[in-house]
């Protein structure tokens, strides 16, 4: 099983998100994917109904997903952890052990935009249209994603 970790600061807009495409793309029997946050604020919370919306309008059903908070012990289940922005990276790398977990870090965006270290812009402050940009951006990693792990 290749383990794979989508993290954001709330785990209910961008990271849940993440995580619904990619697994939609990817064998079930070979990939775990999975979502959490930097924050604490929305554990145990479905995604945002903006987020679940705009999911459903593409075909996918994220509403069972929960928030979550990372944890340290991440890095030792996950092969790979996306992130979507810089505070997102450098809260996770600032809970990194030593370089093996550190290496497993990467901006999600870098998949589509190489060596850019792009943002995937937090949506939760912003209307739909926010959320369908979103999902454009992590739909297009997700599928350079897919595609260099099968
Ligand atoms: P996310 O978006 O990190 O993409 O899940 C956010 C969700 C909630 C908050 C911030 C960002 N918040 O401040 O509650």
């Known amino acids: 099983m290749t383990k794979i970790l989508m993290v954001c600061l709330g785990n209910i807009c961008r990271s849940p998100l993440a995580e619904g495409i990619l697994k ?6 070979k990939f775990i994917v999975d979502s959490a946050g930097t924050a604490n604020y929305h554990v145990g919370s479905a995604p945002d109904r903006r987020a679940i919306k705009v999911a459903k309008e593409n075909g996918l059903d994220i509403s069972s997903l929960r928030g979550r908070q990372f944890s340290t012990t991440d890095f030792d289940t996950f092969d790979q952890i996306y992130v979507m922005d810089e505070s997102n990276y450098n809260n996770v790398m600032n809970l990194a052990r030593d370089d093996n ?46 595609s260099s792990l099968k």
């Open 24 to 29: 939609s793309k990817l064998p079930k029997d």
């Open 101 to 146: 977990d550190r290496d497993k870090v990467k901006f999600i965006l870098n998949e589509t935009y190489p060596n850019q270290n792009y943002d995937v812009p937090d949506p939760y402050y912003g209307g739909p249209e926010g959320f369908e940009n979103v999902y454009k951006m992590l739909d297009e990693a997700c599928t350079v994603i897919a």
